[in-house]
Every structure is written in C-alpha cells, then in structure tokens.
C-alpha cells in the first residue's frame, strides 16, 4: 500500500515525528511518499530509516518540494 505525508512547511522535528507515525499503521513493504521543505530532512530522514530498519528508495529535490520515498521493513 502506498501512502502520503505532506510534511511541507514543517521543521525538524516534526517531519520525522510524522513518518514515524505514519509506519506505525504500515505493514512491511508498504511505500510512503513525504513532501518536505525543510532542507534538513536530507539528513535527518535517511538517519531514522538506518536506525529503524527502513529503506530509502528515492529523495528528489529540485524543484521543491523534496520528495522522499521510504519503503517500510
């Protein structure tokens, strides 16, 4: 199942406090789609995927919005 999180105008933490709630209600290999503004998602989000066991499958980021798909363990 895919799912989305409009996540612009957020700053950190809350962008990583939304993916986290969000695959709280996923199922292994579900795929989340964020959209963000907040620059620092480039680093923070790829940091919480590693230590959570989830996997980046693509980040755009021109134009904005940065466009982050994570698929969950």
Same mark, same amino acid.
């Given at each position: *199942?895919k799912?989305?999180i409009?996540? +612009?105008? !957020? !700053?950190?933490? !809350?962008p990583?406090? +939304?993916?986290?709630? @969000?695959?709280? @209600?996923c =199922?292994?290999?579900?795929e989340?789609? *964020?959209?963000?503004n907040?620059? &620092?998602v480039?680093q923070d989000?790829?940091?919480?995927? +590693?230590?959570? &066991?989830? +996997?980046i499958t693509?980040?755009? =980021?021109n134009p !904005?919005?940065i466009r982050?798909t994570v698929?969950?363990?």
């Amino acid at each position: *199942m895919k799912k989305n999180i409009d996540a +612009r105008h !957020l !700053l950190c933490p !809350l962008p990583v406090i +939304r993916l986290a709630e @969000t695959i709280s @209600t996923c =199922q292994p290999k579900d795929e989340i789609e *964020m959209l963000c503004n907040d620059p &620092g998602v480039l680093q923070d989000i790829p940091a919480w995927c +590693r230590v959570h &066991g989830h +996997r980046i499958t693509a980040i755009e =980021q021109n134009p !904005l919005p940065i466009r982050i798909t994570v698929l969950v363990a």
